[in-house]
């Protein structure tokens, strides 16, 4: 069924998939002002996401500004294939590997993604307006990806407060299988272990305090989704449990041998690594803008905002200003002060001529 979407102050969305993170980006931007349509093969999830204001309207919105994919992966390229084909505005996916995804789904109009937020809870009664607020959403535009469709979808993950990382298919696949995809195993694995000691169940349930509660809360999640992220992501999260299970390894020579230097020196490493794991933006950070001329073609935004990953700056803001003549633009870019010259020094480095202006200077 095709919808008629009313005008919308912030722009219209396409929603395929209304289960927890189709539901969370629902709510999420009908709250900033979107229209938003959503679409599920379960009709009474469909009908629950209406009641719960997750969209606007049940069906198909080809007019839409903006299409997220957030359905199981299997399903995922076909259907921004045919999101693509039977509308006019960019698309983007939510799935958790994108190698195989982006590789499928190569056109102008598509840019990969992969919000880093969820929870323990599954389905659409678990969706939550601020499900994104402060997440990391990973963008993995690929070759022929144009620079206004990266900067729409850039933008429109901004409006539900996530901040944007982007990076090449590959890259992503191997760093999430570390981050996320292993974790979840192991959770998994730890609660069975567990579960396996049926005569003091009752006792060690009494004994599972914050900390083991903490590590396995993921184990709790929808089992049905980690069949298609092994089976699409198998390589990866294979390499990085070779890698847990020799580490694992040799921590355990270290305890059995009672060697209290070396388990001190263990265990305050990973401490101090948790400790400055990133907490989100901090408000009293001084900006600064770089405007960066770039040639008007597609993949340059993308690449310089993979330049800015790879060196560790985040980019807070983006704009596109398009030349009224010829073949080039100005790409204006808002950092953290600190930062701008790194990123000034590695873009010159690259080729570019950026220039940086502090706020409020």
């Known amino acids: 069924m095709g919808l008629g979407a009313p005008v919308a102050d912030a722009g219209s969305v396409q929603i395929q998939g209304l289960g927890l993170i189709g539901g969370s980006i629902g709510l999420s931007l009908r709250a900033a002002g979107w229209w938003v349509t959503g679409w599920d093969i379960d009709e009474l999830r469909a009908r629950q996401a209406l ?12 007019h839409a500004d903006v299409t997220f994919v957030a359905t199981p992966a299997a399903a995922i390229s076909r259907l921004a294939q045919e999101a693509l084909a039977e509308g006019n505005g960019v698309v983007s996916d939510v799935g958790s590997v994108k190698g195989p995804i982006c590789a499928a789904v190569e056109h102008p109009r598509f840019v990969g993604g992969h919000p880093m937020a969820g929870s323990e809870q599954v389905g659409i009664a678990g969706a939550r307006a601020d499900m994104f607020g402060g997440a990391v959403w990973v963008l993995t535009p690929g070759e022929t990806t144009l620079d206004e469709t990266y900067a729409a979808v850039r933008a429109t993950v901004a409006e539900m407060g996530a901040e944007a990382v982007t990076m090449p298919p590959d890259l992503h696949d191997t760093l999430v299988s570390v981050v996320s995809h292993v974790p979840h195993l192991t959770a998994a694995t730890l609660m069975r272990l567990a579960d396996e000691r049926t005569a003091e169940r009752t006792v060690l349930q009494r004994l599972a305090a914050g900390g083991f509660r903490d590590m396995t809360r993921v184990a709790a999640g929808s089992s049905d989704i980690w069949l298609d992220i ?7 999260i294979c390499a990085s449990l070779d890698r847990l299970i020799e580490a694992l390894g040799d921590v355990r020579e ?6 209290r230097d070396a388990l001190q ?6 401490r101090v ?7 989100g933006i901090p408000s009293d950070v001084e900006l600064a803008v770089l405007r960066v001329p770039v040639r008007d073609r597609p993949g340059e935004v993308a690449r ?7 060196i560790d700056v985040n980019i807070y803001d983006l704009e596109i200003a398009h030349s009224t003549e010829g073949d080039r633009g100005v790409l204006i ?4 002060a600190e930062l701008a010259e790194r990123l000034r020094s590695a873009l010159a480095a690259d080729g570019y001529h950026p220039s940086v202006r502090h706020l409020g200077i």
């Open 51 to 62: 009641r719960l204001g997750a969209v606007n309207e049940i069906g198909q919105n080809r």
């Open 230 to 236: 092994c089976d699409a992501n198998r390589l990866a």
């Open 254 to 259: 270290v305890v059995r041998r009672g060697d």
């Open 265 to 270: 020196l263990h265990l305050e490493q990973a």
């Open 273 to 279: 690594a948790r400790v400055n794991l990133p907490s």
């Open 304 to 310: 310089i905002a993979t330049l800015a990953t790879d």
């Open 333 to 336: 870019m808002v950092v953290a």
